[in-house]
């Protein structure tokens, strides 16, 4: 079988090489973390259904609340005053 050349071949992702490494890391105990009640069935029938604008969407949501989490939490040990909170109907 002959060599992929340079040309064809992918460029590695890093967020891939990333989550890979998150998942050897800390696969374990995420793994036990339960979700709520209806979420695996939801997610399953979105990826059952090839939905995959839905599930963007959900790592789009996860990733803006991470984000904010961890903007807060850096915030709150330099010292700096987080914006205030804007009122929303999302619930976890």
């Excluded at 340079?6 to 998942?23: D, G, H, K």
């Excluded at 696969?27 to 604008?53: N, Y």
């Excluded at 969407?57 to 915030?75: H, R």
């Amino acid at each position: 079988m002959p060599k992929p050349s340079a040309s064809n071949q992918t460029a590695p992702n890093p967020y891939a090489e990333w989550f890979e490494q998150l998942r050897n890391e800390y696969g374990e105990q995420l793994g036990a973390m339960p979700l709520p009640d209806g979420l695996p069935e939801h997610l399953r029938g979105l990826i059952e259904q090839g939905d995959e604008e839905a599930i963007q969407f959900m790592v789009k949501l996860a990733w803006q609340l991470g984000a904010q989490v961890g903007y807060a939490a850096g915030s709150r040990q330099q010292g700096v005053q987080t914006p205030p909170k804007r009122a929303s109907s999302v619930q976890a």
